[in-house]
């Protein structure tokens, strides 16, 4: 497994953060503009990246105001896994973001890149939403 990860620190209680991330309807609004046809509920995303895939996200475990995982389904095009990780510190919310792929030497070489990039992307937009 390839692990992708980024952290950000947020001037905001938790609770903010996870009311906010748990929802999925709200990730519309820290995806780049490359994203398109999106539908969302609450539990589940659907989009398709511009000239790549689609792709179907669903959570499959919330912890109140510590994590929110979310697992691709509808065979991808390789496998996984996006996992928001909080922890309220002095202040502060701490934010890691991972994202998990199974990825041959082939997709490696293509998709590291695209997905550090989306890791820092999401926690950056995530971060401009609560200043």
Excluded at 61 to 68: K, P
Excluded at 91 to 100: D, K, L, P
Aim: charge should be negative; charged fraction near 20%; hydrophobic fraction near 50%.
């Amino acid at each position: 497994m390839t692990v992708f990860e980024s952290i950000v620190h947020i001037e905001r209680p938790v609770a903010d953060l996870f009311a906010f991330l748990s929802d999925m309807n709200n990730h519309q609004q820290l995806m780049p503009p490359h994203v398109q046809d999106w539908r969302s509920t609450a539990d589940e995303i659907s989009f398709s990246i511009q000239n790549m895939a689609n792709l179907r996200l669903v959570v499959d475990q919330r912890i109140e105001n510590s994590e929110v995982s979310i697992t691709a389904v509808d065979e991808p095009p390789f496998k996984v896994n996006f996992r928001w990780l909080l922890a309220q510190e002095a202040g502060y919310a701490s934010v890691q973001y991972t994202i998990t792929a199974e990825l041959n030497m082939m997709m490696k070489m293509f998709a590291s890149g695209p997905l550090q990039k989306l890791a820092d992307h999401e926690t950056a937009a995530l971060a401009a939403l609560f200043v």
